[in-house]
């Protein structure tokens, strides 16, 4: 079975453009979160969704946005990009709402220049 | 204000001795914890997690022990391989959070394991 997939894997932008980061999570899997992780750092929670609707937004500016669509696929999107926005963004996925066992993909790297 | 804090940025043992990798954390709120393993290149992978209702775990080669009057839970790796050697993070959640999909992470501890 494939496990949760993200693209692109690698991403450079300049600042103040907007960026789209996509996650196909595991088949079955209704859950999807977000995660940005700096260099250093552990994973930071961005957002998660559950059947099409925001569950859980974490501490980022307004910048940052996300959605799910009916086949529980998800993007994240970021606005006017700045240089602390250069992380590793990870997806990770889940069955439902009550599960802990979240199933993490590769990440994309940002960089921002 | 970092809740779950591991202490040690990193550790190194030789091949077949124990590993014994470090958490604290602030919230006593926090009822479920999890430890995940990174390579560079790949997302953290799922390894083993507790129960707050519970003080010892255990899968395998790995264990994990809470000490919740002390805020503390550790993860006891033996014996230790070569194929061991990653970024292990630990990772909190809190009643009702399960509905958020919030994990809170410490910062990582980058085992070392020496053949």
């Known amino acids: 079975d494939a496990g949760v997939t993200q693209s692109p894997t690698h991403l450079i932008k300049t600042r103040g453009q907007h960026v789209t980061l996509r996650c196909s999570p595991i088949?079955?899997?209704?859950?999807v979160s977000w995660y940005q992780q700096v260099l250093g750092q552990g994973p930071q929670f961005i957002f998660q969704y559950y059947e099409k609707e925001e569950r859980g937004r974490g501490n980022f500016p307004d910048r940052f946005s996300a959605r799910q669509f009916p086949n529980y696929s998800s993007e994240l999107n970021v606005n006017a990009l700045l240089l602390g926005d250069s992380a590793l963004y990870l997806c990770a996925s889940r069955p439902g709402q009550g599960a802990h066992g979240y199933t993490f993909g590769s990440g994309t790297r940002l960089t921002v220049v | 204000d970092q809740q779950v804090k591991q202490n040690s940025p990193s550790l190194s043992v030789q091949e077949g001795r124990i590993s014994i990798l470090n958490c604290d954390y602030t919230n006593s709120m926090f009822d479920y914890f999890l430890w995940y393993k990174k390579y560079p290149a790949e997302g953290p992978t799922f390894l083993i997690s507790?129960?707050?209702?519970?003080d010892k775990n255990e899968d395998g080669r790995f264990t994990v022990f809470l000490n919740k009057s002390a805020k503390h839970l550790s993860l006891h790796i033996v014996p230790s391989q070569p194929g061991d050697s990653a970024v292990y993070f630990c990772a909190a959640s809190r009643d009702g959070s399960s509905n958020t999909g919030k994990l809170i992470f410490g910062q990582g501890t980058t085992l070392q394991v020496k053949p």
């Open positions: 088949s079955g899997h209704k859950s």
């Open positions: 507790i129960s707050s209702i519970k």
